[in-house]
């Protein structure tokens, strides 16, 4: 890296002299008019500059971010110009963290609670305290509810995430709780149904892009949101259905204001227009897929004209969409976006898109929606004790326990059926679903939960319904949280373990999938400010302590402790980090190397890859191992083999708006909005209103109102605008925060946990946040 | 060789309105937190039409660095003064606060620094390119709406931009002859 | 040695008649809340004390330097008359008017020497690094310039051996010449912002120095009022008679200037001009415009010229305040007029905050306290004058 720093200017001798020095000291340089050019440009202080590799941590993505260093201090994250994932950009969050070691709200030292819950009365204490009184409750919990699980576990993903995995599988507690539920996971369900995996879009080389729901010109996702405007081909057509206006919506060729959970309908129609018309790809069809003829029969009464009454857009722009969709496969990419907790029954509406790419052939070739590929890296194998005193998970029996959760409405037409009867419907065990575990802690059935820990989740803010996520932290003898800001759910714990941050920190390497697979890790940026630990130090300094009490052992085999202590303890946690990291890379030469300089490992030059399941005879993770049109698990479990139309929940009382949720590019979920940098650009959230129905109301741009669903009710103020549909009303998560700690948002806007009900959606185990009616009155 | 003439091309239409470069130049130029300090900004220009209806342009924009310089001509000090390249620039020693350069100045591109005690701006991040690097805003951006470059050498970026796009200039006439341009 | 002294001495006395000491304490208490200010800003700093944004950078002390120093020229230019071409009658109030000259433009330097973020760099970058095409160079030029000669003047009008009066009109004339130049020219600092139509032409060139020199003869009429007790002698009637003659045919050309003004800025909309002159006529300043201009600047004092026939001298000194208090919101409007219309819309982003589309501004306690030091200033320094010298000069 460039480390010169340019320094042309006080070309001005001494020998000026030294009276007019002294009268006009720094201005010296002005008694002679500056010769052209000699300007000196440079505004960094003097010193050491260093530019240090590593990968962001402000949102999901993990961009490739380059460290500015000047004299050990962070002077700016510069984007990483080449890395293959994001493309060399950096958003205005991996710019703004650059002041998050400085922030004066970050936690600094472990804090133990003296007050009560929530009165924000905290004690300093030293890590030794700290991992001494965290070991010794998971003992008092062991030892008074003889269950393991009755500590529930809950985190998000990250790179240090693995390492919470050691505390949890140490502790041997199979109540694990994830963010997938509240974000991707009916998506996930949905495209996993069809293909039995989850794809990428090729948006770099689709000629024909179909988006329903997805903004991603403001909910960034990396390589996508770049692609999708600077690497686009020319010609590229964009149509996007959104019920808001959004910035995507503001890119697109033709923007439908789509009626709420119709887009199944929609593409149901597209379905009909492209089988009906021939228009399908008969020989992938035929190679890939298995279940057309029950396809070809069920979309026969989805005809555009029937959709146009659903979805509220005109059938023969219905009909067109689907030919020029047709038209321009395999090159053509209906999106399958991301966060897709949308509605009930949101699977169906995943699984639909997912035949529309199939029967069109747009799978697995350039432009289309193509399969993960991924960079394996080698993994630990190691065996954590088997306890006794572990009992299955809390949700097992979750179809009675969520009977309150699912709306009547939306139980119809599969009464009864549909509701996961595993332990969290069909995604992993670890990831659990929110609302189900929930309502099992709630119900203390069939034992109680009464410890808590929670790594970088934010639950009190996250997961919709707060009044029940309040009850359950009431519920707890214990809760423990490990967190970089004092957010909503640190403020309600009895301990607060601080945890470096991203720039601070070595993390473990990653591979992340995509059609540009790659693998990333972080090292430091610069050095730790605070007496703050990582994840894996954190771990290492429990389990320590652990050991030191007999009781938390005593229902294993005294084999599989010394096991135990010498394989996870003494040859992982006991070692260097990038011992570690080296071991994950040991199969690629120079990768470790490589990561360190430039902050990514790629193979192949970081090419696409395209084409890995487009060979006859490859197997699907399907029942068939085909490509299911006619899903055959789902037909075994009772649900819909075919996803046939399900309608949407509809207000019980006329003047109520169905609340929608969504981001800006400038925050990501609740964990940003207190960042100064990115505050500025927004330090409260407000609510979009149509313009008519600020009309009917009375209600002004800019001024508070009031909004309330069934489950609580918030003072906001109004956006009144025409980019949003009528019957609809929105706003930004993040805001109205319960925690002093978030200084500058703490209770300025409004929270949406505070308004979403607890609707959940029955295959994936994955929340419903758009099935929330709410009314708006002035405040 | 020529004379360097430095300038940015905007292609807006790709632009995501998402403040990366709103950021950046803010970490990059010591520019504090602050409603009224900012060097560049991105606006929403007003919503056309009607629902459903609806069309929305995002408009980044900054120091035009005009050839025909409204606020380097009314400074008494010459604090502000014009590079070789055409960069207008403010030497901070040389300010002394008269804000004759804000109430001249157009595009209302300047502001007082806390940071310098003085009146300050876009630079074209001059610190930056005199390295051989780009601006922030225009390095940090996902989808690559500014191009920085010389116009006079005919192979740059922005050359090329000019030359093959329709492009346009904000407030032409005041007739500042701006450089930053915007293709169309 | 001692002669000089007993020189001195014929100078001062106490003037028991003149009813200085209510405005010396009201200079003192003004003094005082305008060094509080200037402690304010030395502590919190401008940026904190102010109430002047990004978008109107000029304010509240901007407007009031401009009614302190262009009243001092305005006083300069009369004085010049006498002195210089032979009005005679006004050679009777030459050392009034040198001295209220002399204060008057000291008031304004405080306004703008606490205006200026870095007052001193000027000083000495005015002579390192001076930009002569910007106008400001020629402000701080043409002012210094016209301090050194009023002070000059003061000293050859004091002198206690004698006025020098060839070098006096010498003296006046330049004062004259160089005050319509300062003048003129700071009309040409406001013409030189491009962005800012509302401020360009000949206009306000001419309309500062011809309010000014209504102002100066309106604070003449005020001044003698006062000191006279509103019982002005004989002896300055032909004075009294020929400021308000001079006062009204100013005004008249005020009014006249400030219609056609008004006018172009209308019938063709242009642009930021046209929104300027209606935030005069019916925006956010017409309570200043219509109340503050018109009609105590323009209507009222003119009213009570023709009233007064030029002979009533209450009624003009009457004339004279509602005249200097219509002028400082005449200022003020001028100021901040131009620089309500923004820049840039103020659409979402934009970081442009506006009020029905314009922008926005209201002095801060800190400008209006800064305002007082300058008016404390004044009435401190010539009241003090007025109880201790000697200022009713023989005719010459």
Redesign the interface.
């Known amino acids: 890296m460039n480390n010169k720093i340019m320094s042309r200017r006080k070309f001005l001798g001494l020998s000026t002299g030294a009276v007019a020095g002294a009268l006009f000291g720094p201005h010296l340089n002005l008694l002679m008019a500056a010769p052209e050019g000699t300007f000196d440009y440079s505004i960094l202080p003097k010193g050491k500059r260093e530019y240090i590799a590593s990968n962001c941590d402000m949102c999901v993505n993990k961009c490739g971010i380059i460290g500015e260093v000047v004299n050990g201090k962070l002077h700016k994250i510069n984007p990483n110009p080449k890395n293959v994932k994001s493309r060399g950009m950096l958003c205005a969050k991996g710019n703004a963290g650059a002041a998050i070691p400085y922030s004066p709200d970050r936690l600094k030292t472990p804090l133990l609670r003296t007050g009560k819950r929530g009165e924000g009365k905290w004690k300093e204490i030293s890590w030794d305290e700290a991992f001494k009184y965290v070991a010794k409750n998971l003992a008092d919990l062991k030892q008074k509810y003889e269950n393991r699980s009755s500590v529930a576990f809950a985190s998000t993903e990250g790179f240090q995430e693995e390492f919470y995995y050691y505390l949890v599988n140490s502790f041997g507690s199979l109540n694990t709780v994830r963010h997938t539920t509240l974000c991707l996971s009916t998506n996930i369900q949905g495209w996993s149904s069809v293909f039995g995996s989850f794809p990428d879009a090729d948006l770099a080389n689709a000629e024909y892009v179909i988006m329903l729901g997805s903004d991603r010109a403001q909910a960034l996702i990396t390589p996508d949101s770049v692609d999708f405007q600077r690497y686009k081909p020319k010609g590229q057509k964009l149509i996007v259905l959104d019920p808001r206006f959004t910035e995507t919506g503001a890119k697109a060729d033709r923007w439908y204001p789509i009626k709420p959970r119709t887009d199944q309908g929609f593409v149901l129609a597209m379905l009909h227009v492209i089988i009906s018309e021939n228009l399908y790809d008969r020989e992938f069809v035929e190679t890939y897929t298995h279940g057309f003829d029950e396809l070809k029969e069920m979309v026969k009464e989805y005809t555009p004209e029937w959709a146009e009454k659903k979805c509220e857009i005109p059938a023969d722009d219905i009909r067109q969409i689907a030919r020029e969709f047709a038209d321009h496969a395999p090159r053509s990419v209906i999106y399958p976006g991301r966060r897709s907790s949308f509605y009930s029954h949101e699977v169906y509406v995943r699984q639909t898109f997912a035949i529309l790419a199939a029967v069109c052939g747009c799978w697995d070739t350039k432009g289309a929606v193509v399969p993960k590929a991924s960079i394996p890296l080698t993994t630990h194998e190691i065996m954590f004790p088997f306890f006794g005193q572990t009992m299955d998970r809390v949700d097992k029996d979750a179809v009675n326990l969520v009977k309150d959760v699912v709306p009547s409405a939306v139980q119809c037409p599969m009464i009864g059926t549909g509701l996961p009867n595993d332990s969290c419907a069909f995604l992993s065990e670890k990831d659990g679903s929110w609302v189900t575990f929930r309502e099992a802690v709630l119900k203390d059935d069939p034992y109680p939960v009464r410890g808590f820990f929670c790594f970088k989740q934010n639950p009190v803010q996250a997961v919709p319904n707060v009044q029940k996520t309040m009850k359950m932290l009431e519920k707890m003898d214990f809760i423990c949280v490990i967190e970089q800001q004092m957010s909503d759910t640190a403020w309600y714990a009895d301990i607060v373990l601080p945890h470096s941050t991203y720039l601070e920190s070595w993390d473990p390497a990653h591979s992340l999938g995509g059609i540009w697979p790659i693998v990333e890790m972080r090292q430091p940026v610069i050095k730790p400010l605070f007496d703050t630990k990582t994840m894996f130090e954190i771990s290492g300094g429990i389990i320590h302590e652990m050991l030191k009490i007999p009781s938390l052992w005593d229902d294993i085999e005294p084999s599989d402790l010394e096991d135990f202590k010498k394989n996870v303890v003494e040859d992982i946690l006991d070692k260097p980090i990038q011992d570690y990291i080296k071991h994950q890379l040991s199969k690629y030469p120079g990768a470790y190397e490589q990561l360190l300089k430039e902050g990514f490992y790629t193979v192949d030059g970081g090419k696409p890859v395209y084409g890995t399941t487009r060979k006859p005879g490859f197997l699907f993770k399907s029942k068939t191992g085909k490509i299911e049109l006619f899903n055959e698990r789902y037909k075994e479990f009772g649900l819909f083999p075919l996803p046939k139309y399900c309608e949407p929940l509809k207000p019980q009382d006329p003047g109520e708006y169905r609340f929608l949720v969504g981001r800006n590019a400038w925050n990501t979920h609740t964990s940003t909005q207190n960042n100064p940098y990115l505050w500025e650009i927004q330090k409260e959230n407000s609510v979009w209103l149509n313009t008519g129905e600020a009309k009917k109301l009375g209600i002004a741009d800019g001024e508070y109102v009031r909004i309330k669903s069934k489950i609580g009710e918030q003072r906001i103020k109004a956006y009144v605008t025409e980019k949003i549909r009528p019957d609809c009303v929105f706003y930004v998560n993040g805001y109205g925060m319960k925690s002093p700690g978030m200084s500058r948002v703490y209770k300025s806007g409004a929270s949406e946990a505070e308004i979403i009900d607890d609707v959940l959606d029955t295959i994936s185990g994955g929340v419903c946040m758009h099935e929330t009616f709410v009314t708006i009155n002035k405040a | 060789m020529e004379k360097k003439r430095y300038a940015i091309v905007l292609d807006t239409?790709?632009c995501?309105?998402?403040?990366?470069c709103?950021?950046?130049c803010?970490?990059?130029?010591?520019v504090p937190?602050?409603?009224?300090?900012?060097r560049i900004?991105?606006?929403?220009?007003?919503?056309q039409?009607?629902?459903?209806h609806?069309?929305?342009?995002?408009q980044p924009s900054q120091c035009q660095h005009c050839e025909n310089t409204?606020c380097e001509?009314?400074?008494?000090?010459?604090a502000t003064?014009k590079?070789?390249e055409g960069v207008v620039?403010v030497?901070y020693?040389?300010?002394?606060?008269?804000?004759?350069c804000?109430?001249?100045?157009?595009?209302?591109a300047?502001?007082?620094s806390?940071h310098h005690?003085?009146v300050e701006k876009c630079?074209f991040c001059?610190?930056r390119?005199?390295?051989?690097?780009e601006p922030?805003c225009v390095?940090?951006?996902?989808?690559?709406v500014r191009e920085f470059g010389d116009l006079n050498d005919p192979n740059s970026r922005v050359s090329r931009l000019l030359s093959s796009r329709p492009y346009m200039q904000l407030k032409p006439?005041?007739n500042?002859r701006p450089r930053l341009f915007y293709v169309l | 040695m001692s002669t000089r002294i007993d020189n001195l001495r014929s100078l001062i006395r106490v003037n028991r008649d003149v009813p200085a000491i209510p405005f010396i304490a009201a200079g003192f208490v003004l003094l005082v809340l305008g060094l509080i200010g200037v402690a304010r800003v030395i502590f919190e700093g401008h940026e904190a004390v102010y109430g002047v944004t990004r978008q109107v950078p000029w304010g509240l002390l901007i407007a009031t330097y401009a009614y302190f120093v262009i009243t001092s020229t305005g006083l300069a230019f009369i004085g010049g008359l006498g002195h210089a071409f032979g009005f005679h009658q006004f050679a009777g109030l030459s050392k009034r008017i040198v001295l209220l000259a002399f204060i008057v433009l000291l008031a304004g330097f405080t306004q703008i020497g606490m205006e200026l973020g870095h007052p001193f760099r000027l000083m000495y970058l005015l002579i390192l690094s001076p930009h002569f095409s910007a106008p400001i160079v020629w402000m701080g030029i043409f002012y210094g310039i016209e301090l050194a000669i009023l002070g000059l003047e003061l000293l050859v009008i004091f002198n206690p051996a004698g006025t020098n009066h060839k070098l006096a009109a010498i003296l006046g004339f330049l004062a004259l010449v160089v005050g319509v130049l300062a003048t003129s020219n700071l009309g040409f600092v406001f013409g030189s912002l491009t962005a800012r139509p509302f401020f360009h032409g000949i206009y306000f060139p001419t309309f500062l120095v011809v309010s000014g020199i209504a102002g100066g003869a309106a604070l003449l009429l005020l001044v003698y009022n006062i000191v006279y007790k509103f019982n002005v002698p004989e002896q300055f009637k032909e004075a009294m008679n020929s400021l308000g003659k001079l006062m009204g045919l100013c005004i008249s050309i005020m009014i006249f200037l400030s219609f056609w003004k008004v006018l172009s800025s209308l019938y063709t909309e242009p642009q930021e001009a046209y929104d300027a002159v209606i935030t005069l006529l019916r925006g956010p300043l017409y309570a200043n415009f219509w109340i503050g201009e018109v009609l105590m600047a323009l209507v009222l004092p003119l009213a009570l010229l023709i009233v007064s026939k030029a002979r009533e001298i209450k009624t003009m000194g009457l004339a004279g305040l509602t005249f200097l208090i219509g002028m400082f919101f005449t200022r003020y409007d001028f100021i901040v007029a131009g620089q309500l219309p923004p820049m840039r819309a103020g659409n979402e982003g934009s970081g442009v905050e506006t009020i029905n589309g314009l922008m926005h501004y209201t002095p801060s306690s800190g400008e209006w306290m800064i305002f007082f030091l300058g008016l404390g200033l004044f009435l401190f320094l010539y009241f003090l004058s007025e109880r201790f010298l000697i200022l009713d000069a023989d005719a010459h």
Not at chain 2, 41 to 47: A, G, R
Not at chain 2, 49 to 52: Q, T, Y
């Open positions: 239409k790709k995501l309105n998402c403040k990366a709103t950021v950046a803010k970490f990059e130029n010591y937190v602050g409603d009224d300090t900012y900004w991105v606006t929403e220009l007003p919503l039409g009607k629902f459903p609806l069309h929305q342009d995002f409204p001509k009314v400074c008494p000090t010459k003064f590079t070789p620039l030497d020693e040389k300010c002394i606060l008269c804000k004759a804000m109430t001249a100045c157009p595009y209302d300047r502001f007082v806390e005690e003085a630079t001059m610190h390119v005199s390295e051989g690097r922030a390095e940090t951006c996902p989808v690559r006439e005041k500042t």
